[in-house]
């Protein structure tokens, strides 16, 4: 038996790292799955190998309200109902504040926090009518707390979260949870842009994360099974942090596992 036997969830950004990773978690614990992104090839490609009884994909750009619309249709369409949402299609550019040019922030505003709005308010009448369910927000380490360099990314996940705790109020009356993951550093195209040197990077969450290496998108995947399943039936309004012990604290050891 599967932890989510029955349900039927769309899971945004699912082309590829993070998303895809849950695409295909959920599907092997018994969901139907819509996988939704802007990127086709991709995500055809990874509905094409789960299984049209399993998975299907649709085009959608998570800022524009009329495409969230046709997604919600398609997968009552498909799947016969909508239980469970997780807004996780998202984007990040490093600059600092006062070289960021405006276009930037509100193209990041766009995708990461007004995208989520409108994946809430798109889907989550259907998952009442559905008799309840879930719905998980993709926020970040960096939304709650800083990190110098990325300021409208930041900004924007801080708002997931404030939008995750004020939904889960709202939505509770309707059998909704709404729950946020809070990532660090995952090993995905995200956080391995062109012309960085992987090992480069490798050394850095090495010495910078507690636990010594960067994440796996597998590993936040099983965060947002556990807050889609009935595992989590009495937590909802909370960011859950996936980050290696990142954010506990600074240490003045080496962070490192010795491997001595
Ligand atoms: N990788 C990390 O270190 C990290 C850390 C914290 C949080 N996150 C968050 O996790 C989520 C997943 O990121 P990832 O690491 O898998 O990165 P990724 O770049 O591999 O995946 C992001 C996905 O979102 C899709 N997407 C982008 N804009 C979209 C739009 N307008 N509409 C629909 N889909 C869109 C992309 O096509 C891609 O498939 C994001 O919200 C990201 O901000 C990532």
Same mark, same amino acid.
């Given at each position: ?15 590829? /790292?993070? =998303? &895809?990773?849950? #695409?295909?978690?959920?599907?092997? @614990?018994? $969901?139907?799955? %819509?996988?939704? +992104? !802007?990127?086709? /090839?991709? =995500? &055809?490609?990874? #509905?094409?190998?789960?299984?049209? @009884?399993? $998975?299907?994909? %649709?085009?959608? +750009? !998570? ?7 046709? #997604?919600?249709?398609?997968?009552? @369409?498909?799947?016969?109902? %909508?239980?469970?949402? !997780? ?174």
């Amino acid at each position: 038996m599967g932890k989510l036997d029955g349900r039927v969830a769309i899971v945004t950004g699912a082309a590829r /790292g993070q =998303g &895809e990773q849950e #695409a295909r978690l959920f599907a092997a @614990e018994g $969901a139907r799955v %819509v996988l939704a +992104d !802007v990127l086709d /090839g991709p =995500g &055809e490609a990874l #509905a094409k190998e789960l299984g049209e @009884e399993r $998975a299907a994909y %649709v085009h959608l +750009d !998570v800022t524009r309200e009329e495409e969230w619309a046709a #997604a919600v249709a398609f997968a009552k @369409e498909r799947f016969g109902k %909508v239980d469970g949402l !997780v807004n996780n299609a998202g984007i990040l550019r490093f600059n600092e504040l006062l070289a960021t040019p405006l276009e930037e922030f509100r193209a990041i505003v766009s995708v990461n926090q007004t995208g989520c709005f409108l994946g809430i308010r798109a889907v989550a009448p259907e998952i009442a009518a559905a008799g309840g369910g879930t719905i998980v927000n993709t926020a970040s380490y960096t939304g709650l707390t800083g990190m110098a360099g990325v300021g409208a990314y930041a900004a924007s996940k801080h708002a997931v979260v404030g939008l995750t705790r004020v939904a889960a109020l709202e939505l509770a009356p309707k059998g909704i949870r709404v729950n946020a993951v809070c990532p660090g550093a995952i090993d995905t195209a995200m956080s391995n842009p062109e012309g960085v040197d992987p090992a480069a990077t490798g050394e850095l969450y090495r010495r910078l994360v507690p636990l010594g290496r960067i994440g796996r998108p597998e590993e936040v995947a099983a965060l947002a099974l556990f807050l889609t399943s009935d595992d989590s039936s009495y937590v909802t309004g909370q960011p859950f942090v996936v980050d290696g012990g990142w954010l506990a604290g600074a240490s003045l050891f080496r962070a490192a596992p010795d491997e001595s």
